[in-house]
């Protein structure tokens, strides 16, 4: 039972537009999510995060949105640029665990 | 400042055999984690340490052992290697166990079981 879906494996998009990644979630319990972002060879590295009393929380090109009635959370980078191309996880704990559940990924392509 | 590493990078097992991952962090971090990441699945959590002393099953803690070694180290071990066990391996820390920390990862360990 995947609870932290990422729907679409892959994205394009072309340099300087913007990109959005999304992630679906099932738990309604999720109270935190993060992003990260891994490029090839390399762990997983720390994006942007948002805790579940927040609908928007920005850093820089990065906007992370929640929408808890959806049950769904995007990421947007805006401009694009090709150092951002790379694999996106996102991940969701509540307070009961404090564990982490990481969806399966979206592998950005920003083209120059 | 190294943060969190992994060795070895790369490994080729036949079916059968054991080894042990290490990994270290000098990050004085409480929390330390072993992931897996496989295609189509994502990261999924195998088995965790909340702080020296203690550890606790992931999602997939099945055919794995940890030891935390101490506050810096937390390995994984295989004592009997299965091709289902071919992944990348990932270790992670973190300041402690709670709502709102961050992980820190390794660069990773990519297992092939044969």
């Known amino acids: 039972d995947q609870q932290v879906k990422q729907n679409s494996p892959s994205l394009s998009v072309q340099e300087g537009r913007i990109s959005i990644l999304n992630c679906d979630y099932t738990?309604?319990?999720?109270?935190?999510f993060l992003w990260y972002k891994k490029y090839p060879a390399e762990g997983p590295t720390f994006l942007i995060s948002?805790?579940?009393?927040?609908d928007k929380n920005e850093d820089g090109r990065f906007t992370v949105f929640l929408n808890k009635s959806a049950k769904h959370l995007s990421l947007h980078i805006v401009p694009s640029q090709p150092g951002d191309s790379a694999v996106y996880f996102c991940?969701?704990?509540?307070?009961?665990?404090?564990?982490?559940?990481f969806g399966t990924g979206t592998r950005l392509k920003v083209l120059a | 400042n190294a943060g969190v590493t992994q060795t070895p990078k790369f490994q080729v097992l036949k079916t059968g055999q054991s080894m042990t991952l290490q990994c270290a962090q000098d990050?004085?971090?409480?929390?330390m984690y072993w992931y897996r990441q496989d295609p189509g699945m994502g990261l999924r959590l195998i088995y965790y340490?909340?702080?020296?002393?203690?550890?606790d099953k992931g999602e997939v803690p099945n055919g794995y052992n940890v030891s935390r070694l101490n506050k810096r180290e937390f390995s994984l071990r295989l004592e009997s290697a299965a091709p289902s066990q071919t992944s990348v391996y990932f270790c992670?820390?973190?300041?402690?166990?709670?709502?709102?920390?961050?992980?820190?990862f390794g660069s990773g360990t990519q297992l092939s079981v044969l």
């Open positions: 340490s909340a702080s020296e002393g203690t550890t």
């Open positions: 738990n309604s319990m999720f109270d935190y």
């Open positions: 990050m004085n971090h409480n929390s």
């Open positions: 992670a820390s973190s300041g402690s166990i709670g709502l709102g920390e961050k992980l820190f």
């Open positions: 948002i805790s579940s009393i927040k």
């Open positions: 991940a969701a704990s509540h307070s009961g665990t404090y564990k982490y559940i």
